[in-house]
């Protein structure tokens, strides 16, 4: 199975910052990454797939990078509405892990 | 409307079954597999395994091989997940999601989640 490692676990942070999550996977999965941002007692929604391209509707102010074992979620300039928790998912083979989440928090 | 609507809370006993439905409404049933993912509580989402609406083949976590069970039924545009010997680690708030088949894209679509709690 690959495993997936999201660093870090809580970000505490401010609006109008700049913010990177990272997420490794135990071997490469080419370009097969999502990612998605989960708000208390809601579903998780996709924000990126196949590791940089943005679902429709999202801000462009998410972008993802990265292929083969270390990816990135980059979020400029934070808004009130993305203090939530993202996670990564990889579906490169089945089991089509996630990683651990990260929060973040307002500083 | 595309929609995911899951069907509403359980509480089971340890060693019961549980069965949870998805109805898919407002896009074609068959385009998309499904995946069903679980959420225990305060922790991180765990992938359990994916069906195919078309024909209905499944592919299952190890961790879950020999105790769920997804299966679908085209007329009624429905998914369900069942999941037996239940233990209290199973408490969890259960996902459907659907993937686009022939895409690159993810879960783009998810239920409202069923929450299933385990306890004597």
């Known amino acids: 199975d690959i495993q997936m490692t999201q660093s870090p676990s809580t970000l505490s942070t401010s609006v109008g910052d700049t913010v990177t999550i990272t997420c490794r996977a135990s071997?490469?999965?080419?370009?097969?990454l999502a990612w998605y941002q989960q708000k208390p007692g809601k579903a998780p929604k996709l924000l990126i797939y196949?590791?940089?391209s943005l679902e429709s509707g999202v801000p462009s102010r998410f972008s993802g990078s990265g292929s083969g074992t270390e990816f990135t979620l980059t979020i400029s300039s934070l808004q009130p509405d993305d203090f939530a928790t993202y996670h990564c998912?990889?579906?490169?083979?089945?089991?089509?892990?996630f990683g651990q989440g990260t929060k973040l928090e307002i500083k | 409307q595309e929609q995911l609507v899951q069907s509403g809370a359980e509480v089971k006993k340890p060693g019961a079954s549980v069965k949870v439905s998805c109805k898919a409404s407002?896009?074609?049933?068959?385009?998309?597999?499904m995946h069903w993912v679980r959420q225990a509580p305060g922790q991180g989402l765990e992938w359990m395994g994916i069906?195919?609406?078309?024909?209905?083949?499944?592919t299952y976590a190890d961790k879950f091989q020999g105790r769920v069970t997804m299966t679908r039924d085209t007329s009624t545009s429905t998914v369900y997940m069942e999941l037996s010997s239940l233990r209290s680690d199973d408490t969890a708030i259960y996902y459907c999601?659907?993937?686009?088949?022939?895409?690159?894209?993810?879960?783009?679509?998810w239920g409202q989640g069923t929450l299933v709690t385990v306890s004597s």
């Open positions: 999601a659907r993937w686009e088949v022939g895409t690159d894209d993810a879960l783009d679509y």
């Open positions: 407002g896009y074609t049933f068959t385009s998309y597999y």
């Open positions: 069906i195919n609406p078309t024909g209905g083949s499944t």
């Open positions: 071997q490469s999965i080419s370009s097969w």
């Open positions: 196949k590791a940089s």
């Open positions: 998912q990889q579906y490169n083979s089945h089991p089509y892990n």
